[in-house]
């Protein structure tokens, strides 16, 4: 059973940074996809970040482009999602997810998923 938990979310103000942390449990990891979606209140979940089991490839939103960064140590069993210059629309709840194969931006091909942790961005 693979095991996610996410932090570093919290409250901050428009054009401030965060950096979200999700420490994964088992022995794949490392042969994982692992991406990071998100929730705000009325909305669809949707498609944040996600990067290839080595961390050679790596998608994003256009939404985020440009201002987050998804990266992973697989040493550490964790993927991050650094996140710069936030805008209120990026309040939301963050999850990160992981899939057994290959990199995918589709959240219903992922398994694996983490409870989540809060950003609120104010403006």
């Not at 995918?104 to 694996?112: A, C, I, L, P």
């Given at each position: 059973q693979v095991q996610l938990v996410e932090s570093g979310g919290g409250l901050v103000q428009a054009g401030d940074s965060l950096r979200l942390s999700c420490a994964a449990s088992g022995r794949t990891f490392n042969r994982q996809a692992m991406a990071w979606f998100r929730q705000a209140p009325g909305k669809e979940r949707e498609f944040v970040a996600a990067i290839s089991s080595?961390?050679?490839?790596?998608?994003?939103?256009?939404?985020?482009?440009?201002?987050?960064?998804?990266?992973?140590?697989?040493?550490?069993?964790?993927?991050?999602?650094?996140?710069?210059?936030?805008?209120?629309?990026?309040?939301?709840?963050?999850?990160?997810?992981?899939?057994?194969?290959?990199?995918?931006?589709?959240?219903?091909?992922?398994?694996?998923?983490?409870?989540?942790?809060?950003?609120?961005?104010?403006?």
């Open positions: 080595s961390g050679g490839i790596t998608f994003y939103a256009d939404s985020v482009k440009g201002r987050f960064t998804i990266s992973r140590d697989n040493a550490k069993n964790t993927v991050y999602l650094q996140m710069n210059s936030l805008k209120p629309e990026d309040t939301a709840v963050y999850r990160c997810a992981g899939r057994n194969g290959p990199i995918k931006t589709e959240r219903t091909e992922y398994n694996y998923w983490g409870q989540g942790t809060q950003v609120t961005v104010s403006s």
